[in-house]
C-alpha cells in the first residue's frame, strides 16, 4: 500500500462483507483498491472483488465496527466465549451462524486455486480467535456466557496460533476434532503452573 486509503474507499472498505470479504463499489473504487494490495478480483466469474489481509486489517482498525454481534446493526460476529452480553442462542443466532459458515466456506473455494474447501483461507489467518469461534459456534459447540460453561478461544503469542479451553476433557477433545476436520491442526497441551489443560490450534496449510 502506497497511501492510506481516500474517504470513498474507506467506505467501500468498511460496507465489506464482514465474513466473506466481498466488496461493492465503482470499478475505478475497486481498481483503485486492488492497485493499492487492499483487494483482488476474483479471476473467476463473476470475477468479484475480496479484501486482501491488508484490507481486512484496515476494516478491523474502524472505530464504527462493533466488537461483538449487535442486533440492531446487523453485525455478525462468532462467540468466542466469555462474553460479558452474549447474544441470544435461539434459531435466528443460529441461522447466522448457519450463514456465516457457509460464507466462510464459499470464501475458501474462491481463494484457493484449486477450489477445495477443507483448508483455512487468507481471511481465516488473519483473524485467527474469530475464524476458530466460527468453527466452533457452527459444529454445535457451546461457548461460555453468563451462566453457562462451555469453549473459550483466545489469542496466544505463538504466530497463527490459537488457545482453546473447556469446561471438562470430553469437551475438549470433541473441539479438537471438530477443528481438525474444519482444517485446523490442534493438539492438547497443559499450561505449566496452573496444570490447565487446553488446545494450540493452527490453521493448516496443506
Given at each position: ?88 442462542s435461539g434459531p435466528a443466532r443460529l ?11 464459499e470464501l475458501r473455494r474462491m481463494t ?95
Amino acid at each position: 500500500m502506497t497511501r492510506p486509503p481516500t474517504a470513498a474507499q474507506r467506505r467501500v472498505i468498511e460496507a465489506a462483507d464482514p465474513v466473506t470479504g466481498r466488496l461493492r463499489g465503482t470499478e475505478s473504487q475497486l481498481a483503485a483498491l486492488v492497485r493499492q494490495g487492499l483487494a483482488f478480483r476474483h479471476p473467476r466469474p463473476p470475477h468479484d472483488h475480496f479484501l486482501t489481509p491488508a484490507g481486512h486489517r484496515i476494516r478491523e482498525a474502524v472505530p464504527e465496527v462493533p466488537a461483538e454481534p449487535v442486533a440492531d446493526t446487523g453485525v455478525f460476529v462468532a462467540r468466542v466465549g466469555g462474553e460479558e452480553e452474549p447474544p441470544g442462542s435461539g434459531p435466528a443466532r443460529l441461522r447466522e451462524v448457519h450463514s456465516a459458515w457457509q460464507g466462510l466456506l464459499e470464501l475458501r473455494r474462491m481463494t484457493s486455486a484449486d477450489g477445495a474447501v477443507d483448508r483455512p483461507c487468507g481471511w481465516e489467518r488473519a483473524h485467527l480467535v474469530r475464524a476458530a469461534a466460527l468453527a466452533l459456534e457452527a459444529a454445535g459447540h457451546r461457548p461460555a456466557g453468563g451462566d453457562e460453561d462451555g469453549y473459550r478461544v483466545r489469542a496466544t503469542p505463538q504466530p497463527e496460533a490459537v488457545a482453546v479451553y473447556a469446561p471438562d476433557p470430553s469437551t475438549l477433545t470433541a473441539c479438537a476434532a471438530t477443528l481438525e476436520r474444519a482444517g485446523w491442526q490442534a493438539g492438547e497441551y497443559s499450561e505449566p503452573r496452573t496444570g490447565v489443560r487446553y488446545l494450540l490450534a493452527s490453521p493448516r496449510r496443506v
